[in-house]
């Protein structure tokens, strides 16, 4: 099969693997479609750490190809979604009922130090395949562990129904933060640096969500919630709350560093938030929330998996990224599957 491998900083690499086998307990699934997620692109710019010569990729779809003699949940030829966040169920933190926190995670996270779906065929334990709804296209099902990321970070927010409530970055995280809040009826503005990606927001989400450059969202009042789907700006985003407002950083970067004026931070009650990796519970949320949001909105481009390094380009990913080093994509799926429409 064919794989898109993390060779080193900078450098990913199309492979020729051997399908992999599987356990009693694994399901192997032919993967219809991946996403790049923002994960993948800060592990190519050496901003997240991953094992080198791992398979890339855990936003995925397909369908079961094979499944191990312990398997009963799944069956060759069902529509599944893979869960990429392993948890034990059996370590401290999973019984005091923190899966998301798992101490057994090492060599386990799909894509990051585990083969990951930027291939032909990924294996993963049966309890982290979800079957698809009917009703969900692969082209929409991509984007539930996305999805599921937003779910968890806007429950760690915990916005009221009339707050005001800044979503920074206009990536497709940031987008899928709007779009879920202006399913709700909250009062979201999305904040963004990069024009390309102001553009393609204002495109792309409905007409509920207010798009802003940085600068116009900087005169625009004081949140009281706001998720930094950067991890770049908490510094700023402190600085710019309302009495009382929440913060919560959504976008990791590993030299990611905020200084926060501790004694503004107390007096103004202003809460501070990591929320985390999500909860298997947010998963099949997920999963369940993706028959009624149109995620599919949110994919601009679909290619097939030879041409990565094309749809890295687009999310600004040297060496193959445009020199004006902006975006010309919001989710980019990579395909192994001709009924994944572009």
Request: net charge neutral; aromatic share 4%; with cysteine.
């Amino acid at each position: 099969m064919k794989a898109v491998v993390f060779e080193d900083v900078g450098r990913p690499g199309i492979h020729d693997r051997a399908v992999p086998s599987f356990a009693p307990d694994e399901v192997l699934v032919r993967v219809a479609a991946t996403g790049i997620c923002g994960t993948d692109r800060a592990i190519l710019l050496g901003e997240y750490p991953a094992r080198r010569g791992v398979v890339l990729g855990h936003e995925a779809v397909g369908a079961v190809a094979g499944a191990g003699a312990g398997v009963g949940s799944v069956a060759p030829g069902d529509r599944v979604v893979i869960n990429p966040t392993y948890h034990c169920d059996r370590c401290r933190l999973c019984r005091r009922g923190l899966p998301a926190h798992c101490g057994a995670k090492a060599g386990r996270e799909v894509g990051v130090d585990r083969d990951g779906t930027m291939a032909d065929y990924a294996v993963v334990p049966e309890r982290f395949v979800h079957r698809l709804p009917a009703s969900v296209s692969y082209r929409r099902g991509a984007l539930v562990e996305p999805l599921a990321c937003v779910l968890n970070n806007l429950a760690a927010a915990r916005p009221r129904w009339d707050d005001r409530v800044l979503v920074v970055g206009a990536g497709p995280i940031g987008a899928l933060c709007a779009l879920v809040l202006a399913r709700r009826g909250a009062r979201v503005t999305l904040a963004e640096r990069d024009q390309g990606r102001v553009a393609l927001a204002r495109l792309l989400l409905p007409r509920a969500v207010r798009v802003l450059t940085a600068e116009e969202a900087a005169g625009a009042g004081r949140p009281d919630v706001a998720i930094d789907t950067t991890g770049a700006l908490p510094g700023d985003v402190l600085g710019a709350m309302a009495d009382g407002g929440t913060v919560v950083v959504m976008g990791e970067k590993e030299a990611g560093v905020a200084t926060v004026p501790l004694r503004s931070l107390v007096t103004r009650g202003i809460r501070l938030v990591g929320a985390g990796p999500y909860r298997p519970a947010d998963f099949a949320l997920a999963v369940d929330l993706a028959r009624e949001l149109p995620l599919e909105d949110l994919v601009t481009h679909v290619l097939p998996l030879e041409r990565y390094a094309e749809a890295l380009a687009m999310l600004a990913v040297a060496p193959a990224a445009p020199a004006t080093g902006g975006y010309s994509a919001m989710k980019v799926l990579l395909t192994t599957d001709e009924g994944v429409a572009p």
